[in-house]
């Protein structure tokens, strides 16, 4: 094992990083931990690029792209596939090498993935329509016991996956392998609890209104349409997936241009365990296959996560969109609002805790969360107090890469904290928002904020702290998703409650204080029919699943939670008759009621 010994400096740790970055792709047996004065250990080991062969699914049939005339197109990982001898590697993204090993950090080519033209696009939905049958298809006329079954034993098949799910997680997208780890197991847990709350709320027997026998249960809609984001691509793709199939539903599945291997790696699961057709794969550009399929009228629902101009183009091309039923989940700026007791001199206990909440709500996953809190609000008396120990925390987190650990005091490994965006156009739009911020007088306040380790090719960012921001910048109204952190001044609690009042965007706020009257109260008040949830000291976020995950204007459209997905994807259908003495329709009833599958008792 090769070990680095240097000062235990933000400098150069993050040399010893971009080292790390640019070395990490060789034979996986080898190992370079950097040990630092302070004692801490900088540990990588050289990890092999996983490489995901791209196939279409259409029709149950998977075949390799090339088998069908599709065009494919490389995918490229987070991280650097070539190793290099330097470890010079500076925080502008400068090397210092010798001749014979120039810097080089391209991205792997850890897969390619299909670019389906406007006629091929159509042939999943000619599968997906023939698969409904006007309601009369096989996955629809399944009993829900029967549905159940299939759906446990596709997780069944998938769970066999879980290590290339995270391997796949970690390369295209940059999640640290705790949270590739976490996604896929949440994912898991949120389709049983799924099945759970199925089985509870499915009514059995015949119920008594008035002078009338009904049967209800809840029966799919059709068609949907489904289109799931980059940085949960599992998990939220399959909180709305799943429940649609669950209820009958026939799925199109677009897959994410970024974060859409992992999706790949379910094809055989879904061949042996739901009927031909029941859900078929679109890859490519959302632009060029999409809208036509919406514009045929065929599809009857749509299950958005993504951005809101996205989602409003593609709804204008359905011929009735009246007919369409939405369930959207869209762009969110949450905003963290500082009272002023918090700074109160007893309070620095408290000031502590808020600082960490901040900082995690800030930058979990880089800060590509629509949960993520985007907006710092502090009183201008403390703002520059806040800003720079919000600072001091942001420094000691740990930059790196998606498997890259270091040692705890514990002995045990810790994992990188801020790993790489995905791509290169995430780098430009957080230089571009950071850039007009320092223009019109904000400044970048912890160290290396904004830089980029690894050299030229890297989308390793070191998260800016930006102090100042005001309503002049960008970041100000946009939401950055990303390690981008704007700290904005208030001298008044009317500024705050017109931002929120005023704002594009619903989804969540937090407000943080010590103190239940005045302000706080006030403001849960002022925001009840602004933002879909109010956070008291904590952090904005979606977990658990069982709470509704709902949001107003530009932020979302139906609520993610366990039993409002299974609303969102069904409608309730009722099943009755009017008893009366001397008449055969109650020997009629029970006859159906002991046949149809529609009616059948859930296990």
């Avoid at 791209?54 to 070539?82: K, M, P, Q, T, W």
Wanted: proline share 5%; aromatic share 8%.
């Amino acid at each position: 094992m090769t070990k680095f010994r240097g000062g235990g400096s933000l400098a150069f740790q993050i040399k010893a990083l971009a080292f790390l970055f640019i070395t990490s792709h060789a034979d996986a047996s080898i190992a370079a931990d950097i040990h630092t004065d302070s004692g801490a250990v900088i540990r990588s080991t050289k990890a092999e690029p996983p490489f995901i062969h791209g196939r279409s699914f259409i029709n149950g049939v998977i075949l390799s792209n090339a088998d069908v005339g599709i065009e494919e197109h490389d995918v490229l990982g987070c991280c650097s596939s070539e190793e290099n001898s330097s470890n010079d590697c500076l925080v502008d993204g400068t090397c210092e090498t010798d001749a014979r090993k120039p810097p080089n950090s391209n991205p792997a080519v850890i897969g390619v993935m299909g670019q389906l033209s406007e006629n091929q696009s159509r042939e999943a939905l000619e599968s997906a329509k023939r698969a409904w049958n006007g309601g009369s298809g096989t996955w629809t006329q399944m009993s829900l016991n029967s549905r159940i079954e299939a759906v446990e034993k596709f997780m069944v098949e998938i769970t066999k996956r879980r290590e290339e799910m995270v391997q796949i997680l970690m390369w295209e997208i940059g999640k640290n392998r705790p949270d590739a780890e976490s996604e896929f197991d949440r994912t898991v847990s949120f389709v049983k609890e799924t099945i759970e709350e199925i089985r509870s709320q499915s009514s059995s027997g015949w119920s008594n209104v008035g002078n009338t026998k009904a049967f209800i249960r809840r029966a799919a809609i059709g068609i949907i349409m489904c289109l799931g984001p980059y940085n949960y691509p599992l998990n939220e793709t399959y909180a709305a997936l799943i429940p649609a199939l669950l209820m009958g539903n026939i799925i199109i599945l677009k897959v994410p241009t970024v974060g859409g291997l992992v999706h790949i790696l379910t094809m055989d699961a879904f061949v042996s365990s739901l009927p031909p057709g029941t859900i078929n794969f679109i890859s490519g550009r959302g632009r060029v296959t999409m809208p036509p399929l919406m514009a045929t009228g065929s599809i009857d629902g749509l299950a958005f996560i993504g951005g809101a101009n996205a989602a409003d183009n593609l709804i204008k091309s359905h011929p009735n969109p009246h007919r369409l039923k939405l369930f959207l989940q869209l762009e969110g700026k949450n905003m963290a609002i500082l009272l002023p007791d918090v700074f109160e001199e007893d309070n620095a206990a408290h000031l502590d805790k808020t600082i960490k909440e901040v900082l995690l709500g800030s930058l979990s996953f880089n800060g590509q969360r629509c949960t993520a809190l985007k907006q710092i609000f502090v009183p201008q008396k403390y703002a520059k107090l806040f800003a720079e120990k919000l600072s001091v925390a942001a420094e000691a987190l740990r930059v790196g890469l998606p498997w890259q650990t270091w040692e705890g005091a514990d002995g045990k490994p810790l994992f990188s904290q801020i790993t790489p965006l995905p791509n290169q156009s995430r780098i430009s739009y957080m230089k571009r928002l950071i850039n007009d911020a320092k223009s019109k007088g904000a400044n970048i306040i912890n160290k290396n904020g904004g830089s980029i380790v690894g050299g030229v090719n890297s989308t390793l960012m070191v998260p800016a702290i930006l102090y100042p921001v005001s309503e002049t910048m960008d970041v100000y109204h946009e939401e950055q998703f990303g390690p981008v952190v704007p700290i904005a001044p208030y001298d008044d609690i009317g500024t705050v409650i017109a931002y929120g009042r005023d704002g594009k965007y619903g989804m969540q706020c937090s407000i943080f204080t010590t103190k239940g009257e005045g302000d706080a109260a006030a403001l849960v008040d002022l925001f009840l029919a602004v933002f879909g949830k109010i956070n008291i000291n904590s952090q904005c976020g979606r977990s658990p699943d069982s709470l509704p995950f709902s949001g107003r204007r530009s932020s979302a459209m139906g609520t993610m939670s366990i039993s409002e997905a299974i609303n969102s994807f069904s409608t309730q259908t009722v099943v009755a008759y009017k008893p009366s003495e001397n008449d055969v329709t109650d020997q009629v009833a029970s006859v159906i009621y002991s046949k149809t599958n529609f009616m059948q008792d859930v296990a």
